[in-house]
Structure formats: structure tokens, C-alpha cells
């Protein structure tokens, strides 16, 4: 159940240019029942902007302290608006009223062993929380991320290190030049499932390269985020819809994970 708090700022570190990641002190609840893929309902300049902005989860870490255990949270905030800019500069203790963690995570199979994980821009934040998750439960991990330049990638060092990390740049500055999706024909046959955090163009072209697969095996199946402007968080004002073969879903309450082929693509 998602739960109204008031989390407050332990440190802000710039990562990228537009890009910083803010760690927040929560209830110890509260972290422990964030799961991939969730996000946050945050408000973060009083009435200015008056409406609360969505952040997804990347970390999410529970620690003992005297008296009982604490949580945290860390959130990849773009500071080019409003609302990020007052999250990204606030000082060590500053409060925020949060509503969370919202929506369907990710869901891991207890007989997977092999996961394959695709992030785009800011994607990259809850697939960092899915790859950590995995491989907790000894899940062998690649994960293939896409930026369009190699400034705009997040530093490696960020990402976990057990994990097998492939990029693909679309100046071709780093790693493979084209579009991530490029790469998965290579892993259609290892992987037991695909997890995505990308636009949706970048969902039209997976769905392409699977269906012109032409192996033996099953396709994989695929669990892939949708983002849309979100007011409440909690389905209420119907302001981000998504259409799907079984009608039109909120973002916000029935996803933001949904299965691939659950999704109607332009």
C-alpha cells in the first residue's frame, strides 16, 4: 500500500549535465516495500509547480540506526524543470511530501537465471533498481543501455558491477553506434526474459526484431515501462492512459509495467 511521508534530503550529487541523484530519507516501510520499476508522487516547490512530479525509484536501501533501522531512497532527477531544480538544489534535511511507492514493479520469475535488461535516458534509474534485485537472487544480468551521445551516458561506476554492461550510442561515441536494439537479436536465444525502461519507439523496433526472429525456442517474454504526465498517481484523473488489447490502463495505477505485447504501439 503506498504511503503519504515526509522524506527528507540527506545529498544531492550532480552525475550529468541536467542530471543529479537525490538521496532521501524515508521510513525503513517504505523502502522495504518499494519494488522495481514503482516510482514516487513527489512534491517539490510548494506551489510552485502546484502539482506533484513522478520519480522512479533506483535505489531503495534500509540501514540500522540507533533506535530502529532507517530507509532510503535515490531518485536520477532531470533538473531541466521547475520541479526537478528544486529537488536537485535543495540542502541536507529539507523535507518533501512524497506518496508511495506507486504502480506494478517488475516481476521476477523465481526460475529465471538469465535476465536481459534495456535502458534508454533516464530508463536507466528503476532498471539499475531491477538489475541490483536480480541479481540479489543470483539472476545472471546483462543490460544493454542506450544514450544518444557518450556525455549523456551515466557513468559506468553508478551501474552494478556484477552485471555485464553493453552500450550503444547514437553518434556512435561510445560502444556500439546505432540503437540499442541493435543488440538483442544476440540475446534472444540466452535470455529466459527482457525487462525494458525506454520510449516508445524504442518498444516498436524490440518488437520488430522479435517478431523477425526465426529460431527454435519460445520469445522471450518482455515487461516494458510506459511513461505518460502524471497529476495524482493514483488513477484517478485518467491523465495518462495507455491503450492496450484489453482497453485503455492508467500509467500510474495498472502499469507502469505491462507486458509487451499487452501494448498498442504506433
Known amino acids: 500500500m503506498p504511503q503519504q511521508f515526509i522524506a527528507r534530503v540527506v545529498h544531492a550529487d550532480p552525475v550529468l549535465p541536467a542530471n543529479t541523484i537525490v538521496r532521501l530519507a524515508v521510513p525503513a516501510g517504505v523502502a522495504a516495500a518499494a519494488v522495481p520499476g514503482q516510482f514516487l508522487m513527489l512534491q517539490s516547490g510548494g506551489r ?73 535516458g533516464h530508463g536507466i ?18 543490460m544493454l543501455v542506450g544514450a544518444p551521445t557518450a556525455a549523456s551516458l ?46 516508445e519507439t524504442t518498444y516498436v523496433a524490440l518488437r520488430e526484431t522479435l517478431r523477425g526472429y526465426r529460431g527454435a525456442r519460445a520469445i522471450p517474454p518482455v515487461q516494458a515501462a510506459m511513461e505518460r504526465s502524471m497529476a495524482c498517481g493514483m488513477g484517478v484523473c485518467l491523465g495518462c492512459v495507455v491503450e492496450t488489447t484489453s482497453g485503455l490502463k492508467t500509467v500510474c495505477r495498472d502499469g507502469p509495467i505491462f507486458p509487451l505485447d499487452a501494448l498498442v504501439l504506433g
Open 154 to 199: 551515466l557513468p559506468l561506476p553508478l551501474l552494478p558491477e556484477e552485471a555485464e554492461i553493453i552500450v550503444a550510442t547514437a553518434d556512435g561515441s561510445r560502444g556500439h553506434h546505432g540503437a540499442v536494439t541493435d543488440l538483442v537479436a544476440n540475446y534472444i536465444e540466452w535470455t529466459d526474459a527482457i525487462y525494458a525502461y525506454a520510449p
Open 48 to 120: 510552485d509547480p502546484l502539482l506533484p512530479r513522478p520519480y522512479s525509484i533506483m535505489r531503495a536501501t534500509r540501514a540500522a540506526r540507533e533506535g530502529g533501522e532507517e530507509g532510503t531512497l535515490d531518485l536520477l532527477v532531470f533538473t531541466g524543470g521547475r520541479g526537478g531544480n528544486h529537488l536537485a538544489e535543495a540542502r541536507a534535511g529539507d523535507p518533501f511530501p512524497i506518496l508511495g511507492p506507486l504502480g506494478n514493479g517488475y516481476a521476477i520469475d523465481g526460475r529465471m537465471r538469465r535476465a536481459l535488461l534495456i535502458a534508454v
Open 125 to 142: 534509474a528503476p532498471i539499475i533498481a531491477l538489475a541490483e534485485s536480480a541479481l540479489a537472487r543470483g539472476v545472471e544480468v546483462v
